[in-house]
């Protein structure tokens, strides 16, 4: 079935340090690949997405490719800020008919704390 | 335009009781989606209603079920409740299913 594997957290990164979240997905086809970002307290927030190969998103300075090749969508950064201090979660959705219908598959969540 | 709203937020309950939570998706949004997060599964599927059927469901057992009313609002039951039923219940919606879901705040289960 499908899965989603991230990086081990979690991440402390000083305020304008670069970041990279690196996630990698199994299945099958093209699935659409998101990154969503929950603050304490609060539900999930949709960051950005991608649809397919090679696919570029991209949202409040972040940014992921889909790579279908290495079948990687990771999440980068290029200076963090204090409010960027989230759980971030990489998730598929796959193409596999009627069992892909609203299932989001989700990665186990990265915690990043950015200090000032 | 509003977004998914679920009620309540916070919820008490004993073990072997039943609880009921409900999700109103974003208008024009048929699917809604359910998914327990706990810290130790992480964020799991429940199950996916589009025009007040199950379409799709996880690997969860029968105490866990829901329904959605003609109005695309849904509910979901947990009908006796075990202690690991403690989790934080997030619903989400998207127009039928194959689109980008949004996720409302969840509602925070404490089974005592």
């Known amino acids: 079935g499908d899965s989603v594997t991230q990086m081990e957290g979690p991440v402390t990164l000083s305020e304008e340090a670069c970041l990279t979240i690196n996630c990698t997905y199994t299945a099958t086809g093209y699935p659409s690949l998101f990154w969503y970002v929950q603050y304490p307290g609060e539900g999930l927030q949709l960051l950005l997405k991608a649809t397919k190969a090679d696919d570029k998103g991209s949202n409040k300075g972040f940014e992921a490719t889909y790579r279908k090749e290495t079948t990687s969508f990771h999440l980068e950064k290029g200076s963090v800020q204090v409010s960027d201090s989230a759980v971030y979660f990489c998730a598929l959705r796959g193409m596999s008919g009627g069992t892909s219908y609203g299932k989001l598959t989700f990665g186990q969540g990265t915690i990043l704390t950015v200090h000032p | ?112």
């Open chain 2, 1 to 112: 335009k509003a977004g998914v709203t679920q009620t309540p937020r916070y919820l008490i309950k004993t073990r072997g009781q039943q609880v009921t939570l409900s999700c109103s998706p974003i208008s024009g949004h048929r699917s809604v989606s359910w998914y327990q997060q706990t810290p130790g599964q992480g964020l799991q599927f429940l199950f996916e209603y589009f025009s007040e059927t199950q379409r799709n469901k996880g690997n969860f057992p029968g105490r866990f079920s829901g329904r959605q009313f003609s109005n695309s609002r849904s509910e979901m039951n947990v009908s006796t409740l075990e202690l690991g039923d403690s989790a934080l219940y997030l619903c989400a919606s998207s127009l039928t299913g194959v689109e980008t879901q949004y996720f409302g705040p969840g509602t925070r289960l404490l089974v005592l």
